[in-house]
């Protein structure tokens, strides 16, 4: 039984940091793409960032500020989140896939698995 489970969200003020992590159990996920993504009140559920076999790709909103990373013998993906603002407030998300490809790294629809959700709130 595949499960994710993240963990790290909190409150932070502007321009602090913090790291979230996901735990992924149930098989090996070393092929797997791995990826991030984030659920604000109100707004559709939209791409963050993510490690797979092509790479690591952020989306334009986070890139530079926050980053990626992986490892596959723990089974776990990590995201840093730098220099944070109001507007990152949300529910982050990890998710995996064994179906996304170039094109499709940022469809959260590609994703077969999810976690629950860790929730970031970001102070002014």
């Known amino acids: 039984q595949v499960q994710l489970v993240e963990s790290g969200g909190g409150l932070v003020q502007a321009g602090g940091s913090l790291i979230l992590s996901c735990a992924a159990s149930?098989?090996?996920?070393?092929?797997?793409?791995m990826g991030w993504f984030r659920q604000a009140p109100g707004k559709e559920r939209e791409f963050v960032a993510v490690?797979?076999?092509?790479?690591?790709y952020y989306a334009g909103s986070v890139r530079g500020r926050f980053t990626i990373s992986r490892d596959n013998a723990k089974n776990t993906v990590s995201l840093r989140l730098n220099s944070l603002k109001p507007e990152d407030t949300a529910v982050y998300y990890c998710?995996?896939?064994?179906?996304?490809?170039?094109?499709?790294?940022?469809?959260?629809?590609?994703?077969?698995?999810w976690g629950q959700g860790t929730q970031v709130t970001v102070s002014s």
């Open positions: 998710a995996t896939s064994r179906r996304v490809a170039g094109s499709t790294i940022t469809d959260r629809w590609q994703y077969d698995y």
């Open positions: 490690t797979w076999s092509g790479g690591i």
């Open positions: 149930g098989r090996s996920f070393s092929s797997d793409a």
